[in-house]
C-alpha cells in the first residue's frame, strides 16, 4: 500500500518566497529554450510547455492567492529561460493535449480520476514529458486520500511522504545532496549541497523501480554521504512508456537564495527541461580519462615523523601518488627520512602549520606562510602550493594571506560538496569562470579521517577500520565526487596500521578512479573550470557546440560528455573550421557519448555541428 503522511506537510508547500533566477552567461548546456522560444531562428510558433492549475487543489486548501503563486513562479522561471508556456486548467488538461510536449504540474495535490488519466495518457506518449512535485494526486478532487498516488504511480515508488530528517526542524535550511554522474545533475559540482527553506516541507519518494533514476538525495542532519538511499530521495527522473518524467520533493521557489545556490538551480532547472523534452545533455569530464571519481591520500608530517619513512616505501611501491604536509622545524631535524618524501614525481610536499594561525593578523600569517614555505623549497627545491592548517583551524585572514602568498590550495574541514571549491575571494565560490582570474581550490572535507576514525570513534579493530573508509570512498564514487584520505605519522602511519592503508588502496584501485595528489587534482580543477563549453540548438537532433580554453596555459584535452535521448545511436562532430580537428566520438553505456577533443590552446576555441543519429534513420 502507498503510504502518505500528515496532511499538514501539503500545506506547508503554500508558503512561496520571490524566485530571483540568475542565468548562466556562458557554459551552460544545450538548450530547450533554443528550440521554443519565440524570435530566435527555428522558433515553434505555438506554446508547447504546459502548467497546469489544479482548481480542486486551489480549492480544498483554500488560499487561491498562494497557489497561483506556485504556478506563477514556473511561469517566470520558464520564462527567464526563454520557454513560452501557458497555464492550463482541468478542461484543457482532459481535452486535446496535442499542441504540447511538456507538462509542469506544481503541487497538482487533488485532482479528479479524468485529469489522472489525462496525465498518464500524455506521458505514456513518445515524445512526451512531465515534470511533477510533491504529493501530485495524492487526493481526488474532493479531497479524500488515493490508495496510490499519481506522482508513485509514474515514478515507480513504494512511498512519498514528508522526508525524515532527524531533528531538522527548528526552521533551519535543509539540503539535498546532488548526485554528479546524473543528467540532471550535468554541470553541477558533484555533491552539491542544494538547500531548501523549512518552510517549504521536504517530500522524500522511496523509489523500488529501475527505470526510475536518483538524482538528489536528502540529507540527514550533516553531510553524511553513505547515509543517502533509495528512501532519501529528493529528485528523480525517469521514463513512463514512451515518455519522460522528473519528479521534484520541494518547490523550487524555496531553494536558498545565495548566489551559489541560485546558479546550480538554474543550471538544475535548464537540464530538467532539456531532459522532459528529450534533448541532449551536455557536460565537461568531471576527471580526467573519463574516470567516474578522484582520490587523494594525504600525510601529516608531524609527531613520530620517522613513521614516513615506511608510508614512503609503500607508496613508491604502489606507485600511487601522495601529499606529504610536512612541519618546516621537523624536516631540518630529520634530513635523511625528509629526502624519501620527494624522492619520487608522484609525491608532493605542503606546508603544515604548527601553532594556530586563526586570530593573527594578516600580515602575521603571510610572513609565517612564506617563511615556512622557503624552507621546504631550501631543503627540497620542491615548489610548494598547498597548505594545511593546523587543528583544521583558519579564518579569512589565513584565506587571504594564502592568496596573496601565491599558494593554490587547502584541505578544509568544512563539509560543503563533494568536489573541490573554486574562491576568488573567500566569501566568493564560482562555477563559470572568466580569464585571468587567480583561482584558489578549497578541498571540502568527504569522509573520516584516521583521528576521527582512532581517537574521536575509538575504533582500533583494522577490519572496522577499512570498513569505515570503504564506506566513505564508496559514497563519494557513487556520485562522481573527490575522495581525500588523510592520516598523520602519530596515527595510522604507525607500523600496526599502515596494512590499513595498503588494503585500502589495493580497494580503490578496483574501482575507475583517478588518483592524484592534491596539487595535481588542484590544477586539473582549474583548468576544468576555464573551459566553457557553449551549445546552440539548431534542430531536434542538431546542436552547434563551442569549447574554449579561457586559462593561460595549453590544456591536453577535454572530453564532453553528451547524455543523450533514448533511441540515439550515434553522433557525429563536423567541424566549423577547415582547420579545426573532428573530435574522437566514443559511445558507452547509458545512451552516453564522449567527445575527446585534443590539445587546446590558450585561448583557444573550436567549434563543431553535432548531429544525432537515430536507429533506423539515415546517417
Given at each position: ?21 540568475m ?32 482548481e ?8 487561491e ?10 511561469s517566470?522561471?520558464?520564462?527567464k ?9 482541468g478542461?484543457?488538461?482532459?481535452g ?30 513518445q ?12 487526493r481526488?478532487e474532493?479531497?479524500e ?16 511522504e514528508?522526508a525524515d530528517?532527524?531533528?531538522v526542524t527548528d526552521?533551519?535550511?535543509?539540503y ?7 543528467p ?12 531548501v527553506?523549512t518552510y517549504?516541507?521536504?517530500i522524500?519518494a ?6 526510475t533514476?536518483i538524482?538528489?538525495?536528502?540529507e540527514?542532519?550533516g553531510?553524511?554521504?553513505?547515509q543517502?538511499?533509495a528512501?532519501?530521495?529528493a ?30 538551480r538554474?543550471r538544475l532547472?535548464?537540464n ?18 573519463g ?6 591520500l ?6 613520530k615523523f ?30 635523511d627520512?625528509?629526502?624519501q618524501?620527494?624522492?619520487r ?13 586563526k ?10 606562510l ?9 631543503l ?27 599558494y ?5 574541514d568544512?563539509?560543503l ?5 573554486v ?12 580569464k ?13 579521517d584516521?583521528?576521527d ?6 575504533i ?8 569505515v573508509?570503504?564506506r ?24 600496526k ?43 531536434q ?21 553528451i547524455?543523450l535521448?533514448p ?26 557519448a564522449?567527445l ?18 537515430a536507429a533506423?534513420?539515415?546517417?
Open positions: 500500500m502507498v503510504v502518505f503522511s500528515l496532511v499538514l506537510a501539503i500545506s506547508a508547500f503554500f508558503a512561496f518566497r520571490s524566485f530571483n533566477f542565468m548562466y552567461g556562458s557554459g551552460a548546456p544545450a538548450s530547450l529554450s533554443g528550440l521554443l522560444s519565440f524570435g530566435k531562428k527555428g522558433a515553434e510558433s505555438n506554446a508547447n510547455v504546459a502548467i497546469f492549475y489544479s480542486a487543489t486551489s480549492k480544498y486548501f483554500g488560499n492567492r498562494n497557489y497561483a503563486a506556485l504556478v506563477d513562479t514556473w517566470g522561471i520558464l520564462d529561460l526563454h520557454i513560452k508556456s501557458r497555464v492550463i486548467r478542461a484543457d488538461l482532459t486535446d493535449m496535442s499542441g504540447y510536449s511538456i507538462l509542469v504540474m506544481p503541487l497538482a495535490v487533488c485532482m479528479s480520476d479524468g485529469e489522472m488519466r489525462a496525465v498518464k495518457n500524455f506521458v505514456s506518449k515524445g512526451n514529458g512531465l515534470v511533477v512535485t510533491g504529493f501530485a494526486g495524492a481526488d474532493k479531497g486520500w488515493r490508495q496510490v498516488s499519481l506522482a508513485s504511480e509514474i515514478l515507480g515508488g513504494e512511498r512519498i514528508p530528517l532527524g531533528a526552521g533551519r535550511p535543509v539535498m545532496i546532488l548526485d554528479g554522474l546524473d540532471l545533475s550535468a554541470g553541477i559540482p558533484p555533491g552539491f549541497r542544494l538547500g527553506n517549504d516541507q521536504p522524500a522511496t523509489i523500488i523501480e529501475p527505470r533514476s538524482a538528489a538525495y536528502w540527514n542532519g553531510f553524511k554521504l553513505y543517502t538511499s528512501e532519501k530521495t529528485l528523480v527522473s525517469g521514463g513512463y512508456m514512451g515518455g519522460r518524467f522528473v519528479w521534484l520533493g520541494f518547490s523550487i521557489g524555496n531553494t536558498l537564495g545565495d548566489s551559489a545556490s541560485l546558479e546550480v538554474g532547472i535548464n530538467i527541461m532539456d531532459y522532459a523534452a528529450f534533448m541532449p545533455i551536455f557536460s565537461k569530464e568531471l576527471w580526467p580519462g574516470k567516474q571519481a578522484a582520490v587523494v594525504a600525510e601529516d608530517t608531524e609527531d620517522d613513521n614516513a619513512s615506511a608510508v614512503a616505501n609503500l607508496f613508491a611501491e604502489k606507485r600511487v601518488p601522495i601529499t606529504f604536509f610536512c612541519v618546516p622545524e621537523l624536516v631540518e631535524r630529520y634530513r627520512v625528509f629526502k618524501l620527494y624522492s614525481p608522484e609525491f608532493e610536499l605542503g606546508l603544515h602549520g604548527v601553532e594556530l594561525y586570530g593573527q593578523s594578516l600580515d602575521q600569517q603571510k610572513e609565517r612564506l617563511a615556512g614555505r622557503s624552507l621546504i623549497k631550501k627540497s627545491g620542491r615548489v610548494i602550493t598547498g597548505f594545511r592548517p593546523p587543528e583544521a583551524q583558519y579564518d579569512e585572514n589565513t584565506m587571504d594571506a594564502l592568496m596573496d602568498a601565491d593554490e590550495y587547502m584541505p578544509g568544512d563539509i560538496q563533494a568536489s573541490p571549491i574562491h576568488l575571494t573567500r566569501k566568493h565560490q564560482l562555477f563559470s569562470i572568466r585571468n582570474l587567480r583561482l584558489f581550490i578549497k578541498f571540502p572535507k568527504t569522509g573520516n584516521d583521528y576514525i582512532l581517537l574521536r570513534d575509538g582500533t579493530d583494522k577490519e572496522k577500520m577499512l570498513e573508509m570503504k566513505d570512498f564508496d559514497a563519494v564514487y557513487k556520485i562522481g565526487g573527490l575522495y581525500y584520505f588523510s592520516f598523520h605519522t602519530q596515527l595510522m602511519a604507525d607500523p596500521y599502515l596494512d590499513v592503508i595498503s588494503r585500502f588502496i589495493d580497494y580503490v584501485n578496483t574501482k575507475n578512479v583517478w588518483l592524484a595528489n592534491f596539487g595535481q587534482a588542484a590544477d586539473w580543477w582549474k583548468k576544468r573550470m576555464l573551459v566553457d563549453i557553449d551549445t546552440t540548438p539548431i534542430a537532433r542538431r546542436m552547434g557546440l563551442r569549447v574554449t580554453n579561457n586559462s593561460t596555459e595549453t590544456i591536453d584535452g577535454i572530453k564532453v560528455k547524455q535521448p533511441g540515439i545511436t550515434g553522433v557525429k562532430a563536423t567541424p566549423d573550421g577547415m582547420s579545426v580537428a573532428a573530435p574522437e566520438i566514443s559511445m558507452s553505456g547509458n545512451n552516453t564522449i575527446n577533443i585534443k590539445t587546446l590552446e590558450t585561448d583557444e576555441n573550436r567549434g563543431f555541428v553535432v548531429d544525432l543519429t533506423g534513420t539515415a546517417k
